[in-house]
């Protein structure tokens, strides 16, 4: 069974980082899509960077490119999600998701994602 869990969010002022992990007990007989999303209070989720297990390619949101990188311990089954400048907007719940197939999968948007983590709140005050 596939579960994903997510930490290390908190508050931080504006300019600092913060560094989220997500826990993956994945199946290793097949790649996932792993992403990162989130949702500010009374907006959509937002996919903010998608990560294929079986070759590590990646792909950022424009909002978040150059500010946050993606990495993955696979001794650990962990993806980290590195985010330094924070900025006030960058305020939300924050979800770790995932879900089987190819590579050309993981640009779909949340709907597509299969597993999802319980979240966790990152609030970034200005």
């Known amino acids: 069974q596939v579960q994903l869990a997510e930490s290390g969010g908190g508050s931080v002022q504006a300019g600092g980082s913060l560094r989220l992990a997500c826990a993956a007990s994945?199946?290793?007989?097949?790649?996932?899509?792993m992403a990162w999303f989130r949702q500010a209070p009374g907006k959509e989720r937002e996919k903010i960077v998608n990560?294929?297990?079986?070759?590590?390619?990646?792909a950022y949101a424009d909002s978040v490119k150059g500010r946050f990188s993606i990495s993955q311990d696979k001794p650990k089954n962990t993806l980290y999600l590195q985010m330094n400048s924070l900025k006030p907007e960058d305020t939300g719940m924050y979800y770790c998701a995932a879900v089987e197939g190819f590579n050309a999968y993981c640009k779909h948007p949340a709907h597509a994602y299969r597993y999802w983590g319980q979240g966790t709140q990152v609030a970034v005050s200005s």
């Open positions: 990560f294929y297990t079986a070759d590590g390619s990646t």
């Open positions: 994945l199946y290793t007989y097949t790649g996932y899509c």
